[in-house]
Nanobody
Framework: QVQLVESGGGLVQAGGSLRLSCAAS????????TGWFRQAPGKEREFVAG????????YYTNSVKGRVTVSRDNGKNTLYLQMNTPNPEDTGVYYC?????????????????????WGQGTQVTVSS
């Protein structure tokens, strides 16, 4: 299991850009599949993007495709989420998550069950 700490959140104008980071500590980060989730006020936590342990496969929810890129640097034990042209609907607390699970389907990355480590979250506010 790894410990996760997000950073990089803040206030950004619509149409700008923002990069979130998630630093992992612990053992064997490379074997962990990872994901980004977000939670807007009054809403359930939702999947944003996920990436396989080696970084070769990535997954996105439809509302962020083409605007968001998930990546990871296993040498630095860090996960990233690059957000371009955000809009106010992207506002929320962003969480990174990691887990060791065998399933490689979108549904497995998008669900909560496979993840055993969660960060504390970082607030992203997009102003119009």
């Amino acid at each position: 299991q790894v410990q996760l700490v997000e950073s990089g959140g803040g206030l950004v104008q619509a149409g700008g850009s923002l990069r979130l980071s998630c630093a992992a500590s612990g053992r064997a980060f490379v074997i962990h599949k990872t994901g980004w989730f977000r939670q807007a006020p009054g809403k359930e936590r939702e999947f944003v993007a996920g990436i396989s342990g080696g970084g070769g496969r990535s997954y996105y929810t439809n509302s962020v495709k083409g605007r968001v890129t998930v990546s990871r640097d296993n040498g630095k034990n860090t996960l990233y989420l690059q957000m371009n042209t955000p809009n106010p609907e992207d506002t929320g607390v962003y969480y990174c998550a990691a887990g060791v699970f065998s399933c490689s389907e979108y549904a497995c990355y998008a669900g909560y069950e496979g993840y055993t480590s969660w960060g504390q979250g970082t607030q992203v506010t997009v102003s119009s």
